[in-house]
């Protein structure tokens, strides 16, 4: 029992003795080095204690890290603890802490996100005006859209729709059997007997005193012409709105197709002007027959001005004035109807016969491209 106190003593003397080491920073021989310390800190930042320990320690110096280390190992959980939160300061390559910094800049990448579902509903308000544009343009693009009756007068469209016809082992886009008779009223009448050929087509019967009382003689002079510097100069009377001339004499009488419409309309036709391939064609896949100025034969004219009392001008031709009917048609050429037959100056002057498109047209042209498609009764 004696060794009891004994015991009592020594331990309490041990203790006093390790507080007064401990407070006088003397290494004891009693505790091993300082790895209790060591073994306090957490796995995955022992690699960063070297680097603070070599940046901090100048090289050289004694090393009292047993004496240190509570401290060190406070600073280094001091320090660890808010690296992740200083994001401007570049983390060392090798620390793994690089690899949670970008986890950070990917969730600031997400806010673009937010902002991209921010842009649909910028965009499905987009369609609703699209949409609103086009129900206001329409009604300015549909008209244009009804009116293909002037398209329609087209070839494209109407010889696409046409049947061709075969006619004496020729086949054509379009053919309108025409009514004949043979000879003209007179030498120089050509415009009333092109005319009379659509009336008896249509089965209307008009005499020529019946035309003329319709048209009008044109008042003045007799028509004659001159040679000038500037061409020959034909001065007669107003042919876009009578007849002018003595058609049983003089070879310069004659009319144009604005002055024949009054005759036709007059008997309840519709008429149109025409003074292209394109509106030829169109008329005649329409059932019209299309009256025209041309010359005798298709042969070149004389190139002419006539001059009209008030001053206005017509370009037509000298010597060889005619008129005819255009009465079928297909890509190569188009088919005439002359009364005019065969005379002095052409024996062999057929009633009917094919003229090319080519030659056709040109001598349209010399005549100012003047024609008439005069529709059937009742359309």
Known sequence: MKRTPLLLALCLGLLIA??????LGISSPIIVGATPPATLVPAGREAALPTQTAADTPAGTPTPQPTNTSTATSTVLSTATPQPTPTA????SDTPT???????ATSTRAKPSATRTRVPPTRTKAPPTATVVPTSEPPAVEPTRDEPPTPASEPAGGAAKAKPVVVNGRTYDAYIPAATKKKQYYHYTCEFDASWVVFKT????????????QIGLAEGTEPYFKETKDG???????ITNAYSGD????????STGLAMSKVFRHYGLRVTPVHSREGIEAALLRGELVWVKVTADFKPGRPSTWIMPDGRTWQTVLGNDHAAVVMGFNKDAVVIRDVLGPTNTNYNRKYEYEVPWAKFLAIFAS??????AVAPPGQ
């Open 18 to 23: 390790l507080a007064a080491w401990s407070k």
């Open 202 to 213: 249509y089965g209307i019967d008009v005499t020529l005193d019946d035309q003329l009382a």
């Open 89 to 92: 300061t570049p983390p060392p």
């Open 98 to 104: 690089p690899t949670q910094e970008p986890v950070t």
């Open 247 to 254: 058609y049983k004499e003089n070879f310069l009488a004659r």
């Open 367 to 372: 005549q100012s491209n003047d024609g008439l």
């Open 232 to 238: 020959v100069l034909i001065y007669g009377g107003d």
